[in-house]
């Protein structure tokens, strides 16, 4: 006893040049890349304000446009500017404009995310790239800067607790149903300071946008990082795109975890998370059939190619009624072109969607679909806070894709396995 | 540093996230002063122009979940506020914060006990809090010495600077 240790214990020890790592304890782990993007040009301030001179290394730093692509006021045009100057005197290698997309895609398909490194990034959902087998954590402005100027970061060695999801969902029932269903029972605070393993059956057939769904939601409640265990899709998707060589961990048989939750996915229904918690999920079946004015179909939890063929499959050759929006956002520049390949935008398009820039947009009301009080957005996203799509007067609904889709074509929330 | 810190409170909800602290819709700015002068807007937009410098915000549970903006600890400490008390906080939001030099205490059930325009007086050294008027005593859980150690430098841009030998 004692050796027996967890794959993200494993990643922290490898980071700071140790046998092992203990919970509780504080570390300093160098990093494997770091990721700044549009709202932190604080990060450009502090590093300066401390002294900062070269960031450490030009491989492993890169700005990421998206929460205000393209820039929609003077304001945040002047942050782009000033991020640009900056990524250009440090001769970053990467970076990603306003042409780019989201931070959490954009990454990993330019192969800077792979299974066992640590990503830290200005963006609380960096835990979805423990879809990858990666450490990913979000931290905020300063934190960024003392890693810019050094490579390494503080940590303190989380307590790792394993939810298990077992069983196939039935027809209609995506990954956002299912890290939905965790939300409404470990609640916003269940995993404060603590990371998530996800195991289980359905984890280890799930594909690599599934996964990056339920990592991305871990953030919300409180996790510091999410970990799935890389499988073959994932090493499928890193092997042809990875920039350097990596290492998958594995967690030793007979790891302790500090609690278990088990989750039977067998007989879920399609899940909704109510004004103005995320942990406020009930099942669709449950629902008020609430009337509603905008969807948003899009940002790092939900604007992948297989959300857009969800959301087209419900509504090609069908017409969303007057009064009632769609905003469809694919997540990245690879992911529009893709979408485009197969129709789904032209299929959206044709049933009288809104198709936007890839970035952040109205997921966090900054642009691009902002919702006006007393207004019901029904969103793909991942937070239905107070005011965080536009007026603190208006109701965010969470649900999948296909709930969206669903829902826009009825005017008023809907179980899309009523209309598949 | 001051260890000792008294100030009028002002009592909120659980799960005050980092959207309610600071608006989205504000975070193209950069000047501090603005910055605080937006703070808390999306849970009473009455409470940055009446709040007294020095001040204690208290809060339920999961106090600064959501988002990693650092804007919020910068609207938090440039409207004045000397401590947070609650009873427990988000990860990013408590590295934030103390990175900043705001310090923040748990302090179980103390949502319950504190109403808003009492005085508060907290022993960061010594992890215990009083309410003034009534002298009842919160016990509050003592800072770490990691986090302990950044606000005593007066936060990790201080601390940064003399390590890399700087003044």
Redesign the interface.
């Known amino acids: 006893m004692g050796t027996v240790m967890h794959a993200i214990e494993k990643i922290l020890a490898k980071a700071c040049g140790r046998e092992r790592v203990k919970t509780g304890e504080?570390v300093s782990a160098r990093v494997d890349f770091a990721e700044i993007n549009d709202?932190?040009?604080?990060t450009v301030?502090?590093f300066r304000?401390?002294?900062g001179e070269k960031v450490w290394d030009r491989d492993r730093a890169a700005f990421v446009f998206d929460?205000?692509a393209p820039a929609p006021?003077i304001?945040?045009a002047k942050?782009h500017s000033e991020m640009r100057a900056f990524a250009q005197e440090n001769n970053l290698t990467y970076h990603f404009d306003i042409n780019a997309g989201v931070c959490h895609q954009v990454m990993p398909e330019r192969g800077v995310i792979c299974p066992g490194m640590i990503i830290v990034a200005?963006?609380?959902h960096t835990t979805t790239h423990g879809a990858f087998g990666a450490f990913g954590t979000?931290?905020?402005?300063?934190?960024m800067a003392?890693l810019l100027?050094s490579g390494e970061l503080?940590f303190?060695v989380p307590e790792i607790i394993e939810i298990r999801i077992e069983g196939v969902p039935p027809k209609g029932v995506y990954a956002k149903d299912v890290i939905l269903s965790i939300l409404g029972r470990i609640k916003?605070?269940g995993a404060?300071?603590k990371a998530i393993d996800f195991t289980g059956s359905y984890v280890e057939q799930l594909d690599v946008p599934g996964r990056m769904t339920i990592c991305n939601m871990a953030v919300e409640m409180?996790a510091?990082t999410a970990y799935m265990q890389p499988n073959r899709k994932v090493l499928d998707y890193v092997q042809k795109r990875a920039v350097k060589p990596f290492e998958v961990q594995y967690t030793d048989e007979d790891f302790a975890y500090g609690e278990s939750h088990l989750f039977d996915i067998s007989g879920l229904a399609p899940q909704l998370a109510l004004p103005h918690?995320v942990d406020n999920v009930v099942p669709l079946t449950d629902a008020e059939p609430v009337r509603v004015n905008q969807g948003f179909i899009g940002a790092c939890t939900g604007g992948r190619v297989e959300d857009m063929e969800a959301a087209a499959n419900i509504l090609r050759g069908r017409k969303i009624p007057d009064y009632v929006r769609l905003v469809v956002i694919p997540a990245s520049a690879e992911v529009m072109r893709e979408c485009m390949d197969k129709g789904l935008l032209q299929a959206l398009m044709d049933a009288g969607a809104t198709v936007s820039t890839p970035g952040c947009g109205p997921c966090?009301?900054?642009h691009e679909g902002?919702i006006a009080p007393g207004e019901v957005c029904i969103t793909a996203s991942n937070?239905n806070?107070?005011?965080?799509m536009?007026s603190?007067e208006a109701d965010i609904y969470l649900a999948s894709p296909a709930t969206v889709a669903a829902s826009v074509l009825g005017g008023r929330i809907t179980d899309p396995r009523t209309v598949m | 540093m001051q260890t000792k810190l008294t100030g009028k409170a002002v009592v909120l909800g659980d799960n005050i996230d980092t959207d309610q602290i600071y608006p989205g819709r504000y975070l193209e700015l950069v000047d501090p002063q603005e910055i605080g002068s937006h703070c808390l807007e999306g849970v009473d937009p009455a409470i940055a122009p009446g709040f007294e410098k020095g001040g204690v915000i208290v809060a339920g549970r999961n106090f600064g979940c959501g988002s990693s903006r650092e804007h919020a600890p910068i609207a938090l400490i440039n409207m004045g506020v000397g401590v947070i008390l609650a009873d427990s906080f988000a990860r990013i939001f408590f590295r934030n914060a103390i990175n900043l030099g705001l310090p923040l205490v748990i302090c179980k059930g103390v949502g319950q006990k504190v109403q808003s325009g009492q005085s508060i007086e907290v022993d960061l050294a010594e992890g215990v809090s009083k309410i003034l008027e009534t002298g009842e005593v919160l016990p509050c859980e003592k800072m770490g010495e990691h986090a302990m150690g950044i606000l005593e430098a007066g936060g990790i841009k201080p601390l940064f600077r003399a390590k890399m030998g700087k003044k």
Do not use: C
Request: proline share 2%.
């Open positions: 504080i709202l932190y040009l604080q301030y502090s304000e401390m002294g929460h205000y006021t304001r945040s942050i200005t963006d609380s979000g931290v905020g402005a300063t934190d003392t100027i503080w303190r916003a605070d404060v300071y409180g510091k918690s966090l009301g900054a902002v937070r806070f107070p005011g965080r536009g603190t």
